[in-house]
Antibody, heavy 118, light 108 residues
């Protein structure tokens, strides 16, 4: 059974750096073809893809946010970490991590709401 | 940056057919995927690789793709199908993923 869970601060101040951790079970991020991605959703708005890391440490970022994002993995801990710098109130959203295989995100975490406010 | 465009809303009566479109320039070369998101929940994959249905997804959900448009069809829509639906794909390079603008489906 594949499960993922996001963790991190629920409130950050403008200009601060957000660090989110995705802890997963039921699969290995050293298995060929497997990836873990991050997707966010502002309240009442659409899903937005942020970043993806593959089993071989290949990384992909949203072109519009690339300068602010870093994604890393710790295979031994079954964790993927996303950092986003220079947070702004428009970055207020529910942040999801998800398991990716064969081109699609098949399993998702429950999401974590991050509010950016002073 | 690459975009996938969907109609904001679709309304159908129970038992009727709902069709949701997704338009994108790279769709002739890239697969479309469809997600259902009910209020307060994480998205659920309902169609992958244009037209394949994951196990556990009702047969009334089907997908197709032609040219620059992919379509999700709900045949005989049920009240429980009320949700937001998002298409998903990648740009022509395959390096960057994108979700569609989302469609709210109302069944009443």
């Amino acid at each position: 059974q594949i499960t993922l869970k996001e963790s991190g601060p629920t409130l950050v101040k403008p200009t601060q750096t957000l660090t989110l951790t995705c802890t997963f079970s039921g699969f290995s991020l050293s298995t060929s073809g497997v990836g873990v991605g991050w997707i966010r959703q502002p309240p009442g708005k659409a899903l937005e893809w942020l970043a993806l890391i593959y089993w071989n440490d290949d990384k992909r970022y949203s072109p519009s946010l690339k300068s602010r994002l870093t994604i890393t993995k710790d295979t031994s801990k079954n964790q993927v970490v996303l950092t986003m710098t220079n947070m702004d109130p428009v970055d207020t959203a529910t942040y999801y991590c998800a398991h990716r295989a064969r081109g699609s995100y098949n399993y998702w975490g429950q999401g974590t709401l991050v509010t950016v406010s002073s | 940056s690459y975009e996938l465009t969907q109609p904001p809303s679709v309304s159908v009566s129970p038992g009727q057919t709902a069709r949701i479109t997704c338009s994108g320039d790279a769709l002739p070369k890239k697969y479309a995927y469809w997600y259902q998101q009910k209020s307060g929940q994480a998205p659920v994959l309902v169609i992958y690789e244009d037209s394949k249905r994951p196990s556990g997804i009702p047969e009334r959900f089907s997908g197709s793709s032609s040219g620059t448009m992919a379509t999700l069809t709900i045949s005989g829509a049920q009240v429980e199908d009320e949700a937001d639906y998002y298409c998903y794909s990648t740009d022509s390079s395959g390096n960057h993923s994108v979700f569609g603008t989302g469609t709210k489906v109302t069944v009443l």
